[in-house]
């Protein structure tokens, strides 16, 4: 009885104990909590990375000197700057005309920390307000770039609806861009891409805004472009049309077997009304037939009346016999 009597005390004793211990470990949480919401003073370095559209120069680059700034932030944010990965760095946009020349660097240039007091609050938020900046000056290196205009590419896949199409390839304005950056990657830049875009069974015309696809190391002049891509409704006819021989010598004939082609061609669904019917004229080009490897010939459309979206011709190919004619 009695060494239960110990056994109980020893247990209840052991309860109050662990319920102390935990109190006690709440309480510093508590505690913790409360002196890291609290605001204080303190002087804080950072490394600020900036964005600008210097003419000709790199677009990014980093202070080679720390900002020292004096403000107030909480216990939290404190501990994060100090102790977390990237904590003292800043990035920023600051416009051009904020950076001045240094004299002794011909890639030196130089931006007033009151400057861009805005700009660095923005960033902050509300974790960190600034009371006045221990360094007054911020230098930076802007390498120089070369540059050169190239040409836009759409990318995009495009399909129609029954008797839909597009008039014309894809509309971009600007349909070329400026980029910057080491010649050794310009000089292998023929043309600048757009982000994929995709339409299906499109029966009117698309517009938009597409952004440029980024290549590594390279700035555009432009981040994004407008497109445009025509859709029209249409009919398709067919007609036969005798072909043709021009610049043929005097003493020569020419064969053409067929005679006439079958042409299939498509026009606005708005055009079919017209009472007028559209006229051809179709030609091979004598020169094409000598150059032609087994006489052979793609006959050319010389001539064209109405509002033709595209066209065929059905064979696509005319055999061609020269002939010479024999003086009587």
């Known amino acids: ?122 960033s902050f938020g509300d974790d960190f307000e600034i009371e006045n900046f221990s360094v007054d000056t911020l230098f930076f290196n802007f390498p120089r770039q070369t540059n050169r205009r190239v040409p836009i590419a759409s990318m995009y896949s495009a399909t129609f609806k029954n008797q839909y199409m597009a008039l014309e390839k894809m509309k971009l304005v600007p349909d070329s861009v400026t980029v910057y950056g080491d010649y050794s990657l310009l000089q292998n830049i023929d043309s600048i891409r757009t982000d994929n875009l995709n339409f299906e069974n499109l029966e009117v015309t698309k517009t938009g805004v597409v952004k440029l696809s980024e290549v590594r190391g390279v700035r555009f002049s432009k981040k994004e472009v407008y497109y445009t891509l025509e859709v029209e409704r249409y009919i398709e006819k067919s007609l036969m049309v005798p072909v043709g021989v021009i610049n043929s010598p005097a003493d020569k004939v020419i064969n053409l077997f067929p005679a006439e082609v079958k042409m299939i061609y498509r026009i606005p669904f708005k055009s079919a009304q017209k009472t007028a019917e559209e006229k051809f004229k179709i030609n091979i080009d004598f020169n094409d037939i000598i150059n032609s490897i087994n006489s052979f010939v793609e006959p050319k459309l010389e001539i064209m009346s109405g509002d033709v979206l595209s066209f065929s011709f059905d064979p696509q190919f005319v055999e061609c016999r020269i002939i010479e004619k024999f003086n009587q």
Not at 32 to 56: E, F, Q, R
Not at 71 to 88: E, F, N, P, V, W
């Open 1 to 122: 009885m009695i060494k239960l009597g110990k056994l109980k005390i020893s247990y209840e004793r052991g309860r109050q104990v662990l319920l102390f211990l935990f109190c006690l470990f709440l309480a510093f949480i508590i505690w913790s909590i409360h002196k890291l919401s609290a605001d204080y003073s303190i002087y804080l370095n950072y490394k600020v990375n900036v964005t600008t559209d210097l003419h000709g120069r790199a677009a990014e680059a980093s202070s080679n000197n720390l900002l020292t700034i004096k403000g107030r932030a909480s216990g939290i944010y404190i501990l994060q700057h100090r102790y977390i990965k990237d904590g003292s760095s800043v990035y920023i946009d600051v416009d051009r005309r904020l950076f001045k020349r240094t004299s002794s660097d011909n890639d030196g240039y130089y931006l007033f920390s009151r400057d861009v007091r805005d700009k660095l609050s923005e």
